[in-house]
């Protein structure tokens, strides 16, 4: 689960280079492990996101955690 949604960030980030490169860019996502993914150093990652996060170093990336709300 994690790792499609760190495939879906950088998928985004690739799609809209031209709009978000040399700025910075704040990421709001539901699960909270992958804001402390993002948060670690690159050589602590496993290795699935190490490569992720390497196609995403041209970015300014800020991962933030946003609680899922339920409507009716």
């Given amino acids: 689960m994690q790792i499609e949604k760190a495939l879906a960030i950088a998928f985004a980030c690739k799609r809209f ?4 490169y040399s700025r910075q ?3 709001e996502s539901d ?6 993914i993002f ?14 996060r390497l ?12 609680e899922r709300t339920i409507s009716s």
Avoid: G, T, W
């Fill in 17 to 20: 280079h031209y709009y978000i």
């Fill in 25 to 27: 860019v704040v990421s």
């Fill in 31 to 36: 699960h909270k492990s992958l804001e402390v």
């Fill in 39 to 52: 948060a670690k150093s690159l050589n602590k990652c496993p290795a699935k996101f190490q490569r992720i």
């Fill in 55 to 66: 196609m995403l170093q041209p970015y300014d990336i800020r991962m933030q955690y946003k």
